[in-house]
């Protein structure tokens, strides 16, 4: 299967509201203001959105919520990845019901897995997805000794129903080696936001990432001066978006990206426990971020 998904991605942010439920009508404002700065798509239920937080009924519903309201503007790409096989199976057929375009999951996470074992949870979601499927690898995770990344990934992009790859990493090097080794079977998203440049200047078609939720306009234009061969320009955006992403190191980036929308206007609520939970002191601060940035 093909997926017409490039450009920038925001990984999107579940609001809840004072009862830590979903909040729809936040959603929904959400979703509009960051359609209307021509991004590429919709990630939602990945580490940004705390699918792997919430119960298969909320993942799947949010996931419902979101592709009512783009409304086939966009492709929506639903995470399920979870630390079972057969879960992420019926996540990614609920998924599809749902609306979504596409599912994407990280490996099985708690146990250390092995390669095989991680190979075969990918291959068995990919068999089973009734939507393309993005297999995603996060260097952050705790999955296992899988080895080689890249390796399995190739293996992975002969498959029919693998469009792509998210790849969350700051190794560049690596991300242009799966850009080299896919070939036309399948590309590759970045999905590290303080490399974004980079990654697309290595050949990734675009970009997945949390900070995207609340500056994707900058991202916008950053990518468009990649297309248009404009390094320098694009460099000085990465630049100044890093000047945030360096201002939120040290803060949770959940938290943090959740206080930068609270003071935009968007009251997505706090991050579900144990994420960060931001005092009246630290959303202050944020707030005078978000206030001496003009982008913001």
Do not use: W
């Amino acid at each position: 299967m093909t997926l017409h998904l490039r450009g920038i991605i925001p990984a999107l942010v579940t609001p809840y509201d004072a009862e830590d439920r979903i909040d729809a009508d936040v959603t929904r404002k959400v979703v509009e203001a960051l359609v209307g700065q021509r991004i590429g798509g919709l990630y939602v239920g990945g580490t940004t959105g705390e699918g792997p937080m919430q119960t298969p009924s909320e993942r799947t519903a949010f996931t419902a919520l979101v592709a009512e309201q783009v409304a086939g503007r966009v492709p929506v790409v639903a995470h399920v990845g979870a630390a079972d096989t057969a879960t992420s199976l019926r996540l990614a057929a609920d998924a599809a019901r749902a609306g979504a375009d596409a599912v994407s999951a990280v490996a099985p996470f708690y146990y250390q897995h092995g390669r095989e074992q991680v190979r075969r949870h990918f291959f068995d979601i990919a068999e089973a997805a009734p939507v393309p499927f993005l297999p995603y690898h996060l260097d952050s995770a705790v999955t296992s000794g899988a080895g080689d990344t890249v390796g399995m990934f190739a293996e992975l992009a002969a498959h029919q129903n693998v469009a792509g790859f998210k790849y969350t990493s700051r190794d560049v090097y690596e991300l242009q080696q799966l850009v080299a080794v896919c070939g036309t079977d399948a590309v590759v998203y970045n999905g590290a936001d303080e490399v974004c440049v980079h990654g697309l200047l290595a050949g990734a078609v675009g970009a997945i990432g949390s900070t995207y939720n609340v500056m994707a306009g900058l991202f916008v234009r950053l990518a468009e001066h990649v297309e248009q061969g404009d390094v320098a320009g694009a460099v000085r955006l990465q630049e100044q978006a890093n000047e945030v992403i360096r201002a939120g190191a040290g803060y949770d980036n959940v938290a943090f990206a959740r206080a930068v929308l609270r003071a935009q206007g968007f009251d997505v609520g706090q991050a579900r426990r144990p994420l960060q939970q931001l005092g009246a002191d630290d959303l202050a601060a944020i707030a005078r971020i978000v206030a001496a940035t003009p982008f913001l």
